[in-house]
C-alpha cells in the first residue's frame, strides 16, 4: 500500500502591483439506536523514548482498502484557539483590525538574513535559510529574499507611497497601515525566484518556487499568509511571496487541521467561557467524586484546579471530548455499571445531563477515544473486550454510537490512546504492552491501519495513565501527558514521528483519577 500526496492545483491569480516594497461550532442530528458492545465468542523508572521497528509479534490489524480522497483531521477537537497578543511572540496576530501593542514596537534580536541586508527575527532568519536550502534542494531554481523586517517609520513611507499612488481604499487591500505590519514584527518576508522574474507578482504562485513553498513552507515554520481566496478574511490580497514565521509546531497544525489562514486558526476560543476551555487543560475526579480542571500555562504547566463538578464516583474512565464538534469540550464516561454517557458541555459553563450512547457490557471492555475516520468528523470510540478483537464504534450523528466494525485482533491486555504520532492528520493507536513497550499502529484515516507498527518507547509499565494533551508548551504543540505510579505527571512533546520534548510537569497526582 502507498501513501498518496494530493496537492491541489494553484488557480490563476491576479496580479497586483507592488513597487512599494523597493522602497523599503447542542443540536443532535439525525436518529442513532443506543450501542452495545459486540461481544465475540470467549475463547518506577520515566520511559525511554526509543524508536525502533517491531516484528510480527502482537495484534494482528484489519487494514481498510485505500482511498483516494483525504481531508484534514480535527486532531485538536477544539476549532480555535485565542490570538496572541504579545507583538515578541512568535504567534502573534497582526491584520487590519489587531494592530502592534505598542504600535512603535521594534524587535531586539534582528539579523541581517543571509547576507542581503534585510533583517529578520533571529529564529526566523535561521529556519528561512533551511527553507531556501530545501527550495534549491527541489530544483526549483532557488529563491531571493526581496523584503524583510520594516520599522514603524518605514512602513509610513510604504503606506503613503500606495495612497499617493493607488488612493487609500485600494491601497489598504495591499499594504498595511503603520503599527500594522507583519513586516514590523520581524518575523514576515517576501521571497521572489533566484532569476527575479515575478518578483512581488501573483504569477510567483505559478512559478516552480511558488509552488514548492505553498506546499512546503510549514515544515520550516512558516506558511503563506495571505493565500488565494482569502481577501476577506485576512484583509489583503492574494500574496504568495509574503511569508510569516510562526514556528515549525504552529505552522505544522496550521496545515494538519486544513487552517489556512491565522484569522481562521485564531478566530477566538469558542469555549472560553466553558468549564473546559482548553486541549491542554487536565480533568480530574478524586476520591470523594469532585471534577477538577487543572488549567493550563501555555508554559508547560498547570494551575490550581477549579471544581467543576461532583458526583463522579463508580467511574471506570472519563475522556475529554468534543462529542457533537460545536467547539464546546464534552465529557463521555464510562462508567462501572457498564453504561457510556456523554455529558455535552455548555458554552457559559457547567453540563447537561447525561446522554446514554451506549448501553450494556462497557465496564468490560478497554477503549480509546477520538476521531478514527476521516468518513466520521465527531470522535468515535475504539476498543476490545478481554478477547482481543478490535472494534471501531462510529459517532455518526453527535448521539448515541452506530454498531461496531472488527478493525484487529489479538489485543489482549493492550492500554491503548489514540494520538496522530505521524502528524499526518490520521489519529494512530499507540498500545502499552503488558511488558512496559509502547508501540505506534498507524491509522490510514479510515477506520482501517497502514504500514508496520513501531515501537516508540520502553519502561512505560510504570505508567497509570497516558493521555494526549494539545498547546501545553505553546500553540500548536503536541504531546503524551502521562502519569506514574507513584503520581509524577510527565509531558513528552509529539513531533512528525517521533518524540520532541521531555519534562517533569507534575507530582502528587496518585489520588486523582485522570481523563483521557
Known amino acids: 500500500m502507498q501513501v498518496q500526496d494530493?496537492?491541489?492545483?494553484?488557480?490563476?491569480?491576479?496580479?497586483?502591483?507592488?513597487?512599494?516594497?523597493?522602497?523599503?461550532?447542542?443540536?443532535?442530528?439525525?436518529?442513532?439506536?443506543?450501542?452495545?458492545?459486540?461481544?465475540?465468542?470467549?475463547?518506577?523508572?520515566?520511559?525511554?523514548?526509543?524508536?525502533?521497528?517491531?516484528?510480527?509479534?502482537?495484534?494482528?490489524?484489519?487494514?481498510?482498502?485505500?482511498?483516494t480522497t483525504v481531508v484534514p483531521s480535527t486532531v485538536n477537537p477544539l476549532p480555535s484557539v485565542d490570538p496572541e497578543g504579545d507583538p515578541s511572540s512568535l504567534s502573534v496576530l497582526v491584520n487590519k483590525s489587531r494592530p502592534l501593542n505598542p504600535a512603535s514596537y521594534a524587535p531586539d534580536d534582528l539579523v541581517n538574513a543571509r547576507g542581503t541586508g534585510q533583517f529578520l527575527r533571529a529564529e526566523a532568519a535561521a529556519w528561512l535559510n533551511?527553507?531556501?536550502?530545501?527550495?534549491?534542494?527541489?530544483?526549483?531554481?532557488?529563491?531571493?529574499?526581496?523584503?524583510?523586517?520594516?520599522?514603524?517609520?518605514?512602513?509610513?513611507?510604504?503606506?503613503?507611497?500606495?495612497?499617493?499612488?493607488?488612493?487609500?481604499?485600494?491601497?489598504?487591500?495591499?499594504?498595511?497601515?503603520p503599527g500594522y505590519s507583519e513586516h514590523q514584527t520581524g518575523l514576515a518576508v517576501d521571497v521572489g525566484n533566484q532569476s527575479g522574474s515575478c518578483g512581488l507578482d501573483t504569477c510567483f504562485g505559478d512559478t516552480a518556487a511558488g509552488k514548492w513553498v505553498a506546499a512546503n513552507a510549514y515544515k520550516y515554520g512558516f506558511i503563506v499568509r495571505y493565500p488565494?481566496?482569502?481577501?476577506?478574511?485576512?484583509?489583503?490580497?492574494?500574496?504568495?511571496?509574503?511569508?510569516?514565521?510562526?514556528?515549525?509546531?504552529?505552522?505544522?497544525?496550521?496545515?494538519r487541521r486544513g487552517y489556512p489562514t491565522m484569522e481562521q486558526y485564531f478566530a477566538g476560543n469558542t469555549a472560553a467561557a466553558a468549564s473546559i476551555k482548553s486541549g491542554a487543560d487536565l480533568v480530574a475526579a478524586d476520591s470523594s467524586g469532585r471534577l477538577l480542571r487543572y488549567p493550563a500555562t501555555a508554559v508547560g504547566s498547570y494551575g490550581a484546579p477549579v471544581q467543576i463538578g461532583s458526583g463522579w464516583t463508580g467511574l471506570k474512565q472519563g475522556f475529554v471530548v468534543d462529542w457533537d464538534i460545536d467547539g464546546v469540550y464534552d465529557i463521555l464516561a464510562q462508567w462501572n455499571?457498564?453504561?457510556l454517557g456523554v455529558y455535552r458541555g455548555l458554552p457559559g459553563g457547567g453540563f447537561a445531563g447525561q446522554v446514554i450512547?451506549?448501553?450494556?457490557?462497557?465496564?468490560?471492555?478497554?477503549?480509546?477515544?477520538?476521531?478514527?475516520?476521516?468518513?466520521?468528523?465527531?470522535?468515535g470510540v475504539v476498543g476490545y473486550f478481554p478477547d482481543g478483537v478490535l472494534r471501531y464504534y462510529p459517532n455518526t450523528f453527535g448521539g448515541a454510537l452506530s454498531g461496531p466494525q472488527i478493525i484487529g485482533t489479538g489485543w489482549n491486555g493492550m492500554e491503548l490512546t489514540m494520538a496522530d504520532w505521524e502528524?499526518?492528520?490520521?489519529?494512530d493507536i499507540l498500545a502499552r504492552t503488558p511488558s512496559g513497550s509502547l508501540v505506534n499502529y498507524r491509522g490510514d484515516g479510515w477506520a482501517g491501519f497502514y504500514g508496520p507498527a513501531l515501537t516508540v518507547g520502553t519502561g512505560w509499565q510504570y505508567m497509570r495513565a497516558l493521555l494526549p494533551s494539545f498547546g501545553l508548551n505553546d500553540a500548536g504543540t503536541r504531546g503524551i501527558t502521562a502519569q506514574t505510579m507513584e503520581g509524577n505527571l510527565y509531558n513528552y512533546g509529539l513531533g512528525r514521528g517521533q518524540w520532541t520534548t521531555y519534562a517533569q510537569v507534575g507530582s502528587g497526582w496518585n489520588s486523582l483519577k485522570i481523563f483521557k
Open 337 to 339: 455499571n457498564g453504561v
Open 6 to 67: 494530493h496537492q491541489f492545483p494553484a488557480g490563476k491569480f491576479r496580479r497586483r502591483l507592488a513597487a512599494g516594497a523597493v522602497l523599503l461550532a447542542v443540536a443532535v442530528g439525525g436518529s442513532a439506536t443506543v450501542a452495545t458492545p459486540a461481544k465475540a465468542v470467549p475463547s518506577n523508572a520515566a520511559p525511554v523514548a526509543a524508536v525502533g521497528p517491531v516484528t510480527a509479534v502482537g495484534p494482528v490489524t484489519a487494514v481498510a482498502p485505500a482511498r
Open 357 to 379: 450512547v451506549g448501553n450494556g457490557g462497557w465496564d468490560q471492555m478497554t477503549i480509546t477515544v477520538g476521531t478514527w475516520s476521516h468518513a466520521h468528523p465527531r470522535p
Open 228 to 255: 488565494n481566496g482569502y481577501t476577506g478574511t485576512t484583509g489583503y490580497s492574494y500574496e504568495p511571496w509574503h511569508l510569516r514565521y510562526v514556528g515549525v509546531a504552529l505552522a505544522t497544525d496550521m496545515n
Open 423 to 427: 502528524g499526518d492528520g490520521a489519529n
Open 130 to 177: 533551511g527553507l531556501f536550502q530545501g527550495a534549491a534542494d527541489a530544483g526549483t531554481g532557488g529563491l531571493s529574499i526581496v523584503s524583510g523586517y520594516r520599522s514603524y517609520a518605514q512602513q509610513q513611507q510604504v503606506y503613503s507611497y500606495y495612497v499617493s499612488i493607488y488612493g487609500q481604499a485600494y491601497a489598504d487591500t495591499i499594504s498595511a497601515r
